[in-house]
């Protein structure tokens, strides 16, 4: 058995600690049961937290799955080798759907009308758009409320159709490569090369919570950021400092940016 509070110590002062204690719940009931325990949607900083909580029990395989065959959000489950056949990790697909001849809807839109639903962010997974409208994954517990209460999406009506999970599409993303200079690897630098904006208005925006690293929320416009960082701006996709190239003769740092679009 894993030591609690050895595991709970790594995470002390991260700001995951809440996370890792439900993590580590799951870990060890799985453990005394002989079988599995599956977690809500998790992000990518979610799933490595799982696999690092995974890692302290001996006996315990760590699996995911997001339905999408590139999901960005996925469930983790806590496998015990006890346990011989396959988790269930209680996901269902679907086609959100909507008149494309008069409404345009985007990422923002859909899970927005979730949220506005009274829907938590961790029991819906990712949401692809495809030609017909947006395929998504939720868990299975939140299938009758969602076909009975999904509507509408703004001003468009729409129509909820379940999906088989072979007819999920890898989610396509555009990326455009941008080479920068900035004074210094600060955070409201780095994320106003990336986003084309002001060092100012970004600032402005990590103050007002728009802004993660890693999928974690900025601590402050200050904050170093590293070469493999992953920023995210609201409703403006992401950013990663792909790579730091050195510095100019007048002690700038030369950076290169991937922005997924």
Sequence with gaps: M????????????????????????LAERANRSNTFRVTEFLD??????????????????????????????????????????????????????????????????????????????????????????????????????????????????????????SELKAREEKVKTISATVAALRLDAVAAAGYGTSRSRMADEIKSQNVKINWKEAKNAAQSVEAGDVISFRGRGRVELAEVRGTTKKGRFSITLKRYI
């Design 2 to 25: 894993a030591e609690r509070d050895k595991i709970l110590k790594y995470f002390k002062g991260s700001g995951d600690e809440e996370l890792a204690a439900r993590l580590i719940d």
């Design 44 to 165: 990518p900083h979610g799933q490595n937290t799982a696999k690092i909580i995974a890692a302290n029990f001996a006996d315990i395989e760590f699996v995911t799955d997001g339905g999408f065959p590139n999901a960005e959000r996925v469930k983790a489950a806590f496998v015990s080798d006890g346990f011989h056949g396959v988790p269930d990790f209680n996901m269902a697909a679907y086609l959100i759907a909507w008149d494309k001849r008069y409404y345009t809807l985007g990422h923002r839109d859909v899970l927005g009308a979730f949220m506005g639903m009274g829907c938590r962010r961790e029991i819906l997974g990712d949401i692809v758009l495809v030609p017909e409208g947006a395929q998504i994954v939720v868990d299975k517990a939140f299938c009758n409320y969602l076909e009975s209460n999904l509507t509408a999406i703004g001003a468009a009506n729409v129509t909820v159709t379940p999906l088989d999970r």
